[in-house]
Nanobody, 122 residues
Framework: QVQLVEHGGGLVQAGDSLRLSCAPS????????MGWFRQAPGKEREFVGA????????RYGDSVKGRFTISRDTSKDTIYLQMNNLKREDTAVYYC???????????????WGQGTQVTVSS
């Protein structure tokens, strides 16, 4: 069974940093794009960013540019979402996902993690 497992969510204060990780099990995604999405209560799913596993190219959603960074550790088969200068509006469940295409559209992604809650208090 293919799974994507996220870790690292929690409760932080505005201005703090947090790092999420996502590791696949059951298969590798070295020819995939790996994306991060988030969904806050009552809101639509939002593209946070993505990294192309081969080469490490990245792209980000406008709301997180300059604050969030996606990286990968090929030796650990893990991707990371480093979130700096967190704001209350970053509060959401964060999901990692895998897609064969380079896309900010969640419907393009074939595999999803279970999500991890990030709560930012003021």
């Amino acid at each position: 069974q293919v799974q994507l497992v996220e870790h690292g969510g929690g409760l932080v204060q505005a201005g703090d940093s947090l790092r999420l990780s996502c590791a696949p099990s059951g298969r590798t995604f070295t020819t995939y794009g790996m994306g991060w999405f988030r969904q806050a209560p009552g809101k639509e799913r939002e593209f946070v960013g993505a990294i192309w596993w081969t080469g490490g190219s990245t792209r980000y959603g406008d709301s997180v540019k300059g604050r969030f960074t996606i990286s990968r550790d090929t030796s650990k088969d893990t991707i990371y979402l480093q979130m700096n200068n967190l704001k209350r509006e970053d509060t959401a469940v964060y999901y990692c996902a895998a897609a064969r295409t380079w896309s900010s559209d969640g419907s393009s992604y074939d595999y999803w993690g279970q999500g991890t809650q990030v709560t930012v208090s003021s």
